[in-house]
């Protein structure tokens, strides 16, 4: 099993930044696909960025530009840079682990291409 722990949700305004972590414990040397998602509560779960083992990295439309999305390997953490956050970016952020080989393109932008999920951390932009 993977165990994760996202952190660094919060209030901000709108036009600010945040930075979320993710810490995975646990089965690590299945961390090839990684990626964030979100969701607010009455809505689907929604890709944000995906990262394939520090090497290849895919965003959603509505991030590109603003987010950035990167991993420490060595430590097994991975991160989520937000800048110019909008109010529509409100939502609880969720880290995700795949125990696929690879993040296969468009397949990680389906929430059950993951298997290990975070709790989620609420990020709320006024």
């Known amino acids: 099993h993977v165990q994760l722990v996202e952190s660094g949700g919060g209030l901000v305004q709108a036009g600010g930044s945040l930075n979320l972590s993710c810490a995975a414990t646990?089965?690590?040397?299945?961390?090839?696909?990684m990626g964030w998602f979100r969701q607010v509560s009455d809505k689907e779960r929604e890709a944000v960025a995906v990262?394939?083992?520090?090497?290849?990295?895919s965003y959603a439309d509505f991030v590109k530009g603003r987010f950035t999305i990167s991993r420490d390997l060595s430590r097994n953490i991975l991160y989520l840079e937000m800048n110019n956050l909008q109010r529509d970016d409100s939502a609880t952020y969720y880290c995700?682990?795949?125990?696929?080989?690879?993040?296969?393109?468009?397949?990680?932008?389906?929430?059950?291409?993951?298997?290990?999920w975070g709790q989620g951390t609420q990020v709320t932009v006024s």
């Open positions: 646990g089965k690590t040397n299945v961390l090839n696909c």
């Open positions: 995700a682990v795949s125990t696929s080989d690879g993040c296969y393109g468009s397949s990680s932008s389906r929430p059950e291409f993951f298997r290990y």
């Open positions: 990262d394939e083992s520090g090497t290849w990295t």
